[in-house]
Nanobody
Framework: EVQLVESGGGLVQPGGSLRLSCAAS????????MSWVRQAPGKGLEWVSS????????SYVDSVKGRFTISRDNAKNTLYLQMNSLEPEDTAVYYC???????????????????WGQGTQVTVSS
């Protein structure tokens, strides 16, 4: 059974940083691309970032480029999202997500994932 468990969210002041983690189990993590998707209060899902299975290829939504970094540790079956220079507009529930397909090109810009974690709340406020 595929399981994705996010952690690391919280309340942070504007300009602050957080690192989200997603512990994966039930599949061969190193063979799948992965993504982060967020949902702000009262809004729909927004794709944030994707990473290919090796970790060497990444992509980001324009609003987080230069501030967020996606990475993975395949030895630990864990996906990360380092978030710096946080803004109030980054307030959302953040999900890690996986598709049935392994291929990175199928993940970029998408919100129609097959497997989701429970989400972790990030609140940016003074």
């Amino acid at each position: 059974e595929v399981q994705l468990v996010e952690s690391g969210g919280g309340l942070v002041q504007p300009g602050g940083s957080l690192r989200l983690s997603c512990a994966a189990s039930g599949f061969t993590f190193s063979t799948y691309a992965m993504s982060w998707v967020r949902q702000a209060p009262g809004k729909g899902l927004e794709w944030v970032s994707s990473i290919n299975n090796s970790g060497f290829t990444t992509s980001y939504v324009d609003s987080v480029k230069g501030r967020f970094t996606i990475s993975r540790d395949n030895a630990k079956n864990t996906l990360y999202l380092q978030m710096n220079s946080l803004e109030p507009e980054d307030t959302a529930v953040y999900y890690c997500a996986r598709k049935e397909t392994r291929y990175y090109s199928d993940y970029v810009g998408r919100t129609d994932y097959d497997y989701w974690g429970q989400g972790t709340q990030v609140t940016v406020s003074s």
